[in-house]
């Protein structure tokens, strides 16, 4: 128990000492990092927020039935029962044609086109509210739809769900790719950055080894090390991150992948934060383990 907690404070006493040690490397691979994750911060919030904006316009999709010119009470009542019986179906309300005679009228253009015609041309028709998940699967629905008597017409926008789906699907895969590419582009940096620190202990790696030193004495502190630096620039990431989004909440007017981004609710930015952090941990613990594999390092340690 007693040897577990001193090599624990071995390994804690020198890697804090080695980050503290080497003040200029140690700046430029936090540097580094908190870099690379600024970049990747960018790319997940503008991929979030176009994310949720076609998300929602996809939520948004609804489905109309124009009822037929001569359709009746029988007829209406039939179809709405039909509709809320569906378990596709949210909510469905009905616009007579008196209702959307008012709501054309409100352009002065239309109203004067209308008034021209001397009657009412508009149909009774109905709003159909569909579940998210019933979105995209209604070719039954208003297939059964237009075979009623009493309808003339169904609309839900088939092409338009079918876009925004591959919309998102490309979205998502893009912002996949060009995180990967920031992180393995941050990866490279960092182990380069961490082998030339290595490179700069050769000695005394060299010395712990002929000293019968173990392994965890050699690499337990410089794993810890680049556990810290990564640590250490993702936070650093995050501060900037945080005061940047503020400043920009007051600069940024108007629409827009930035300013979407900006306003994405906190949880998603605390999300993000979380990630990043993970993320900046892993890239220097990542680093400094490939770093030990450096060729000098297998063959003289």
């Given amino acids: 128990m007693l040897k577990g907690l001193f090599k624990v404070f071995f390994v804690l006493r020198e890697g804090v000492l080695a980050v503290v040690r080497g003040k200029g490397l140690s700046a430029s691979v936090v540097g580094i990092v908190a870099a690379a994750l600024l970049q990747l911060a960018v790319v997940v919030g503008v991929t ?14 609804e489905l109309t039935v124009f009822l037929s010119a001569n359709a009746g009470e029988k007829d209406r ?26 709501d054309f009228k409100r352009d002065p253009e239309i109203a004067r086109m209308l008034d021209a ?17 019933a979105i995209g699967r209604l070719d039954d629905l208003a297939e059964i ?6 309808v003339d017409e169904v609309q839900y926008g088939r092409g338009e769900w079918e876009t925004v789906s591959r919309l998102i699907h490309s979205v998502r895969l893009a912002g996949i790719l060009l995180a990967s590419l920031v992180l393995a582009g941050a ?9 030339l620190m290595l490179a700069s202990r050769r000695y005394e790696f060299r010395l712990l080894s002929r000293l019968g030193a173990p392994d965890w004495a050699k690499a337990g502190p410089f794993l810890l090390e680049g556990l810290l630096h990564g640590v250490l620039g993702s936070g650093l990431a995050v501060v900037l991150l945080e005061v940047g989004r503020r ?11 930035l300013n979407a981004a900006v306003h994405l609710p906190d949880a998603d930015w605390f999300l993000m934060y979380g990630l990043l952090l993970a993320a ?21 340690t």
Avoid: C, H, Y
Wanted: aromatic share 2%; hydrophobic share 50%; proline share 5%.
């Fill in 145 to 150: 739809l237009e075979k009623d008597p009493g």
């Fill in 117 to 133: 015609l001397g009657e009412n041309p508009l149909t009774d028709s109905m709003s159909v509210i569909l579940k998210p998940e």
């Fill in 77 to 102: 009542s039939r179809v709405e029962t039909l509709l809320s019986g569906d378990a596709r179906v949210a909510s469905v309300s009905l616009l007579t044609k008196e209702q959307a005679l008012e």
């Fill in 48 to 61: 979030r927020a176009l994310d949720r904006a076609l998300v929602s316009a996809k939520d948004r999709f």
């Fill in 247 to 257: 400043l920009l909440a007051r600069a940024v007017v108007g629409s827009g992948p």
């Fill in 187 to 195: 990866l490279f940096i960092v182990v380069n950055a961490l082998a």
């Fill in 280 to 300: 900046g941990a892993a890239l220097g613990l990542i680093g400094a383990l490939l770093a030990l594999r450096s060729p000098w390092v297998r063959a003289k």
